[in-house]
Antibody
Framework: EVQLLESGGGLVQPGGSLRLSCAAS????????ISWVRQAPGKGLEWVSS????????SYTDSVKGRFTVFRDKTKNTVYLQMNSLRAEDTAFYYC???????????????WGQGTLVTVSS | EIVLTQSPVFLSLSPGERATLLCRAS???????FAWYQQKPGQAPRLLIY???VRATGIPDRFSGSGSGTDFSLTISRLEPEDFTVYYC?????????FGGGTKVEIK
């Protein structure tokens, strides 16, 4: 059974940093691309970032470019989202989602984690 | 960026009725790059349909997807109590990936 378990969320002040983790199990980790999708409380879904199966290719939505970095560690079957210079508008539940293949374009999300809440507030 | 507009925002129906949810794209999306997700309160989204009309594993056949170009739809043939929740469309043809704003199916 595919499992994705996010962690690392919490309360942080504006301008601060957090690192989210997405621990994967139940599938061949190195064969699938992974994405981060966020959802502000009571709002819709917003794609944030993706990383290919190999980890060599990444993509970001414009609002987080230069502030967020996605990377993966195949020895730990974990994908990370390093978030710097956080803003109030980054407040959201952050979900990791598994793609249906190793590439993050032209493929859908076939599994999702339960999410972790990031709150940016002073 | 491809903008997806879902309608209606709220859909009030009774159990057993047929639901039709619409999603319009700001530019043409190849069918094979279109999906629908269901999200229940306090839960993560769940894949229902990919490739515009292919049901994901374990999805009941009362759910069906159709459409092409800029207009797509999700139909629930007979609403079950567990179907009253929020649905999102998504395009994965081009970056940035985008989602519609959601349709909430509520009990009339």
């Amino acid at each position: 059974e595919v499992q994705l378990l996010e962690s690392g969320g919490g309360l942080v002040q504006p301008g601060g940093s957090l690192r989210l983790s997405c621990a994967a199990s139940g599938f061949t980790f190195s064969s699938y691309a992974i994405s981060w999708v966020r959802q502000a409380p009571g709002k819709g879904l917003e794609w944030v970032s993706s990383i290919s199966a190999s980890g060599k290719n990444t993509s970001y939505t414009d609002s987080v470019k230069g502030r967020f970095t996605v990377f993966r560690d195949k020895t730990k079957n974990t994908v990370y989202l390093q978030m710097n210079s956080l803003r109030a508008e980054d407040t959201a539940f952050y979900y990791c989602a598994k793609y249906s293949s190793g590439w993050y374009l032209e493929n859908w999300f076939d599994s999702w984690g339960q999410g972790t809440l990031v709150t940016v507030s002073s | 960026e491809i903008v997806l507009t879902q309608s209606p925002v709220f859909l009030s129906l009774s159990p057993g009725e047929r639901a039709t949810l619409l999603c319009r794209a700001s530019q043409s999306v190849p069918r094979k790059y279109f999906a629908w997700y269901q999200q229940k309160p306090g839960q993560a989204p769940r894949l229902l349909i990919y490739g515009a009309s292919v049901r994901a594993t374990g999805i009941p056949d009362r759910f069906s997807g159709s459409g092409s170009g800029t207009d797509f739809s999700l139909t629930i043939s007979r609403l079950e109590p567990e179907d009253f929740t929020v649905y999102y469309c998504q395009q994965y043809a081009t970056s940035p990936l985008t989602f519609g704003g959601g349709t909430k199916v509520e009990i009339k």
